[in-house]
């Protein structure tokens, strides 16, 4: 579980002014916000990439501020991340890229880790993409291929930043459908960035509003949406109520289902 | 978006003042100056939001010591090129095996016909415009040799090699490190347990100062060959007698190989400190490669121009 | 490779930058270039090389000194120190470090800034608005570093003069009323000035050249910026060297 206090930031001028967050055991967790508000700050912060001026980050109980690189990098080891911009290793190939978090953790042997590789392609529906480079992937296909490197060592503690931005409607069902099977089958925590509030608020548990550095509210997503502050009532203006959750589970043969007619793939 | 943030390496094994152990190392600390803003501070306590969950509460803050060792993974202490430097020494016993042989094949081998075509024409060049020159004032051809062969040791062949190891092998190093770190690659491979000192810049570090001096002595060779052919063919000078090293001595050898080998040091350090600290997609790319090549330049010349006077100043007084 | 292939490619860049170059004639000769861009890239290519270029001949000059000093302290021949620093920083070394920092610095940045405006389809949003990038971009830059190559090696000759004339008094007690004599002492002329201009001329067009072509046939984002900048920085310095050398022989004493 995380949980972030009173969280100062600065470059130059402050970007987080306070924040505080918890995330439980288990739960996934949306960040919203407007944009440029420090969301994916606060996501770095809580990696360990960006040390905050004051605060405090506890990450499984243990404190994440004011460690040396060493200790750091232990904590590290607890959570996984999938960036904004994907940042895959693209001299390696996917396997590699897979690999690589597991061989320099020791995590597995390395007899496992080829066999686990395989496991967690399949998982986000790209099986057999061990050995393509990097570069040939769509859109799509990389961010899985980040999702599956950020999950592959079984942290508790995942972290996505905007998993489905600039996806297709149907990658993106399919994106969250995916974080919801990861929680399930990994039993993190989550907490996801997006900006796609409508799917977003289908899967989560809990939401938070990050608004001019500071987290305004969060909660349940009735009661964020029943919050009586301005700047969070004028963000939330235009999100319809999800019906009752309705997202399938997720099957990563869907991804390559036969296409309807006159559609293509990205 | 956030902005974007220079990154630093993580540290090597630096020693901890006075932070034990591992977990809840911060001691909350009461404070009364605070490290930023203190308009914002204010601002905050006057400015609530009624009714905010998790409102801030009160003066005490808790203050992260500032994390001993060279550099901070992140943001902090955006360090000079020096930081790097120490950083990726202290990096050096914890480099994968077979990663610094790989460098020193790509950045050596791979430099090794640029370096030789360069200085092969600037031998026959040197020789070329010093003979002409010479000769309206001293009508005796035999001095030139050994005096282009004390210019290639002491200064030329190692200058010359690292300004041209500049601009290859620095763009090539800020190039790579800068363009991993826009795409958050750096940031990637910290979350999986590597650091990119240790994982990059290191054994580029360690490459270049074995490299350096070899290509050095390497290129030295070519341009002795190309300004022996060339006193030879333009100005009829017996190779024999331009293959005369009698001017040099032991500090013009010395000063030339603790040039190398000053330069094989700085050419990675500034490039690497260049990409390291890139921001700004790929025109920062672009401007992380221009800063590595001047970088890199400039501190060649000083370093040349310092250690020269040193060794100038040395052999003045051993009475040469 | 095949060698075929390398040479097919070695001719596509040098056809890359013949084509650049001709561009850049083109529009200079029909005064279609745009004299905005042309002004700004002035400023921000030229004048602020300067100071590099300033810290740089300072340095070198010092450096021709020490390197003269054995010479002169075997001959005794302090009062032809000018003119062993000045030949080398008028025939050679002036020309050819003037050359190599400005494409170190112009020509990497040139290359960068046109590599991002490829890679990110500005330039062929440039096109779609119909202006012509020959005009807005390829020839501005052209011009402004083929003039900030000269101009700046003419300054950086005379710095490199003054540095020399300074490490010359403060190493070897030589006094820069010595240098000056020796310098203008009637061994050297206006022919080797001219020789060294003429040769920054002919670097700014390479550098100039070359950058701007690998800017523009940049592919791939940001890695491949990067590789643009590096191949062109390389190129330059090479063409720099050949060229040097070509002159050089060419102008057989003169």
């Not at chain 1, 288990?26 to 912060?45: D, E």
């Not at chain 2, 003042?17 to 308009?39: D, F, N, Y």
């Not at chain 3, 270039?33 to 921000?44: G, H, I, M, P, Y």
Request: aromatic share 6%.
């Amino acid at each position: 579980m995380i949980e972030v206090e009173r969280v100062y930031k600065s470059f130059g001028e402050p970007v987080l002014r306070g924040v505080n967050l918890r995330v439980g055991r288990g739960r996934l967790v949306g960040l919203v916000g407007p944009p440029a508000s420090g969301k994916s700050v606060l996501l770095r912060i809580i990696a360990g990439l960006l040390e905050p001026e004051a605060g405090s980050v506890r990450v499984d109980g243990e404190e994440m501020v004011g460690l040396n690189y060493q200790q750091r990098g232990r904590l590290q080891g607890r959570i996984g991340m999938a960036f904004q911009n994907i940042a895959l290793f693209d001299h390696l190939s996917v396997g590699e890229n897979l690999a690589f978090p597991l061989r320099r953790q020791k995590a597995l042997p390395e007899a496992e880790i080829n066999g686990r590789v395989s496991a967690e392609l399949a998982a986000v529906g790209l099986a057999g993409f061990e050995e393509r480079a990097v570069q040939g992937l769509s859109g799509g296909q990389k961010r899985r291929v980040g999702i599956a490197r950020a999950a592959i060592t079984r942290p508790p503690v995942l972290l996505y930043d905007e998993p489905a931005a600039g996806l297709d409607p149907v990658s993106t069902s399919r994106m969250f459908a995916l974080l919801v099977d990861q929680k399930k089958r990994l039993k993190s925590t989550l907490l996801v960035v997006s900006s796609d509030l409508d799917r977003l608020f289908e899967v989560t548990d809990e939401v938070a509003v990050l608004h001019n550095g500071r987290v305004l509210c969060q909660g349940p997503l009735g009661s964020v949406l029943a919050s009586q502050l301005p700047p969070v009532r004028e963000f939330l203006a235009d999100v319809r109520v999800p019906a009752v959750s309705s997202v399938p589970p997720y099957d990563p043969d869907s991804e390559r289902a036969p296409l309807p007619p006159g559609a293509f793939l990205l | 978006m956030a902005s974007d943030d220079p990154p630093g390496p993580q540290s090597a094994a630096p020693k901890q003042k006075g932070l034990k152990g591992t977990a809840q190392s911060t001691k909350p600390v009461r404070v009364s100056e605070k490290p930023t803003r203190k308009s914002d501070r204010s601002a905050l306590m006057t400015n609530e939001f009624a009714g905010a969950s998790l409102s801030p509460s009160a003066e005490t803050l808790s203050i992260s010591q500032p994390v001993p060792g060279f550099v901070l993974p992140a943001d902090e202490a955006r360090g000079g090129p020096l930081k790097t430097l120490l950083a990726a020494v202290y990096a050096i016993p914890r480099i994968e095996p077979g990663a610094i042989a790989e460098q020193m094949h790509l950045l050596g081998f791979r430099s090794l016909g640029f370096v030789c075509l360069v200085l092969g024409f600037v031998g026959g060049i040197l020789v070329y415009q010093a003979g002409i020159q010479a000769l309206r004032i001293v009508p005796d051809t035999s001095t030139i040799g050994p005096a282009y062969i004390e210019i290639l040791v002491r200064d030329l062949a190692a200058s010359l090699t690292a300004l041209m190891l500049a601009t290859r092998v620095g763009a090539g190093i800020a190039a790579e490190i800068g363009s991993m770190k826009v795409t958050d690659q750096l940031d990637a491979l910290r979350l999986s347990n590597a650091d990119p000192v240790v994982y990059l810049v290191a054994p580029r570090l360690v490459a270049c100062v074995l490299v350096t001096p070899l290509l050095t002595i390497v290129g030295g060779a070519v341009a002795l060959t190309t300004g022996a052919l060339t006193g030879l063919w333009v100005f009829d000078i017996n190779p024999v007698t331009f293959l005369d090293g009698r001017f040099v001595d032991g500090i013009d050898l010395g000063a030339g190989l603790v040039k190398s080998v000053a330069f094989g040091f700085a050419i990675p350090v500034m490039s690497a400190h260049a990409g390291l600290y890139t921001s700004g997609g790929s025109q920062g790319v672009g401007n992380a490669t221009t800063r590595a090549v001047v970088g890199s330049s400039l501190a060649v010349i000083v370093l040349g121009f310092l250690i020269g006077a040193l060794a100038e100043t040395l052999s003045a007084g051993a009475g040469q | 490779m095949s060698v075929r292939s390398r040479i097919g490619i070695l001719m596509a860049l040098v056809g890359g930058v013949g084509v650049v170059l001709l561009q850049a004639l083109r529009a200079v000769l029909k005064r279609s270039l745009d004299w905005e861009q042309l002004e700004e890239s002035l400023v921000r290519l030229g004048l602020h090389s300067l100071p590099v270029i300033f810290g740089t001949a300072l340095f070198v000059g010092g450096i021709m000194v020490i390197q003269s000093a054995p010479l002169m302290t075997r001959y005794g021949a302090h009062s032809l120190l000018g003119w062993g620093a000045g030949f080398g920083i008028l025939r050679e070394v002036g020309p050819i470090l003037t050359g190599l920092m400005i494409s170190g610095r112009v020509g990497s940045n040139n290359t960068a800034e046109l590599g991002t405006l490829q890679v990110t389809e500005q330039i062929n949003g440039l096109r779609a608005l119909a202006i012509d990038p020959a005009d807005y971009l390829v020839a501005p830059r052209v011009v402004a570093i083929v003039l900030t190559t000269v101009l700046g090696t003419i300054f950086a000759m005379v710095v490199a003069l003054c540095g020399a004339a300074i490490t010359g008094q403060i190493l070897l007690g030589v006094h820069p009323v010595t240098f000056w004599n020796g310098l203008t002492g009637g061994m050297l002329g206006w022919p080797d000035f001219t020789h060294g201009v003429v040769k920054s001329f002919v670097f700014g067009l390479v550098i100039a050249g070359t950058s701007t072509s690998f800017g523009l046939h940049a592919r791939g984002g940001a890695p491949g910026v990067g590789r643009a900048v590096n191949e062109s920085v390389v190129l330059s310095a090479v063409a720099i060297f050949v060229m040097d050398a070509l002159i050089s022989f060419a102008s057989q004493g003169h």
